[in-house]
C-alpha cells in the first residue's frame, strides 16, 4: 500500500490542524492505521492508531485529550485532527498502515510508512 500525507503547515500555538493520510493499493479498509511523529534529532514517537472499523483508538500520553485520530473508508483516508497544539508538537507526522486488523504503539505492527507531512507550531 502507498500512503500520501497532507494536511500540514505553520500553526500557532492552542490553534488546530487536521491533517490527512490517502492510501492507495491494497485493501485500505481491512487493516489498522496509525501515525507517528519525528521531531529533529529525535526518535519516531507514537502518536495514535486506529482499527479497521473505525473503532479501538490509541494515543500517546502527550497528546491524549487533544489530538483525535478517524477514518473514511469510503474515502481510503485516515485523520488526525489535533488540537490546542503545543510547540513541542513540532515535528513531521508520518503514517502508516498496519499488519491486522487492529494496530498499536509498536512500530512492528505496520507494514506500510507514508513520507509524512511537515506541522510546525509556534509559540
Known amino acids: 500500500v502507498q500512503l500520501q500525507a497532507s494536511g500540514g503547515g505553520l500553526v500557532q500555538a492552542g490553534g488546530s490542524l487536521r491533517i490527512s493520510c490517502r492510501a492507495s493499493?491494497?485493501?485500505?479498509?481491512?487493516?489498522?492505521m496509525g501515525w507517528f511523529r519525528q521531531a529533529p534529532g529525535e526518535e519516531r514517537e507514537f502518536v495514535a492508531s486506529i482499527g479497521w472499523s473505525g473503532g479501538g483508538a490509541l494515543y500517546g500520553d502527550p497528546v491524549k485529550g487533544r489530538f483525535t485520530i478517524s477514518r473514511d473508508n469510503a474515502k481510503n483516508t485516515v485523520y488526525l485532527q489535533m488540537n490546542s497544539l503545543k510547540p513541542e508538537d513540532t515535528a513531521v507526522y508520518l503514517c502508516a498502515g498496519g499488519r491486522r486488523a487492529y494496530s498499536g504503539k509498536s512500530f512492528n505492527d505496520y507494514s506500510s510508512w507514508g513520507q509524512g507531512t511537515q506541522v510546525t507550531v509556534s509559540s
Open positions: 493499493g491494497r485493501a485500505f479498509s481491512n487493516n489498522g
